[in-house]
């Protein structure tokens, strides 16, 4: 039988680095989880994502035992590492921070569709698409139907 679900605790936490302080100690203290025994177990499963910002579902059982998975990195962060960005645009409306091409928003798409509601890859990439529009960071598909690049991914 499974155990019966207390809490779902929902945080954002550089690879490697979680440690008994804020944001995962306050989180994890209202639910009496065991911090050091959380940050131990992370940081070993996350130790191959360097430099990455991951998010983690920590589902919390009546008995305080928990578990947690990990998700892939937001989008923001895999578009920036693609192109190389520092930040984001600090003129919004005027200055375009960077391009992003086909097979790169392909990439990431192939790599995030897991945690998507995204039906196919074409679907991702334009969700992914929108995110680097917000950025200021112009791509190949700008302006094309879900038609048009199903086509380019099928040519």
């Known amino acids: 039988m499974a155990k019966p679900i207390k809490w779902y605790i929902k945080l954002q936490i550089k690879w490697g680095q979680a440690n008994p302080a804020p944001p995962v100690w306050p989180a994890l203290w209202q639910q009496w989880v065991a911090i050091w025994e959380f940050t131990k ?43 190389n960005l520092k930040s984001g645009s600090k003129l919004a409306h005027k200055d375009k ?21 995204a039906v196919d890859i074409a679907w991702a990439m334009l969700t992914i698409d929108g995110t680097a529009r917000q950025m200021w960071v112009t791509s190949d598909i700008h302006g094309m139907s879900i038609e048009d690049v199903r086509a380019k991914l099928n040519a």
């Open 97 to 117: 921070v960077g391009h992003i091409t086909f097979d790169q928003l392909k990439a990431i798409a192939e790599q995030k569709i897991q945690d998507m509601n």
């Open 41 to 83: 177990r992370f940081n070993d499963e996350t130790k191959d994502r360097m430099w990455l910002i991951l998010p983690v579902v920590i589902t919390v059982y009546e008995d305080r035992s928990f578990d947690f998975i990990v998700k892939q990195p937001p989008a923001w962060v895999l578009i920036k590492t693609a192109i």
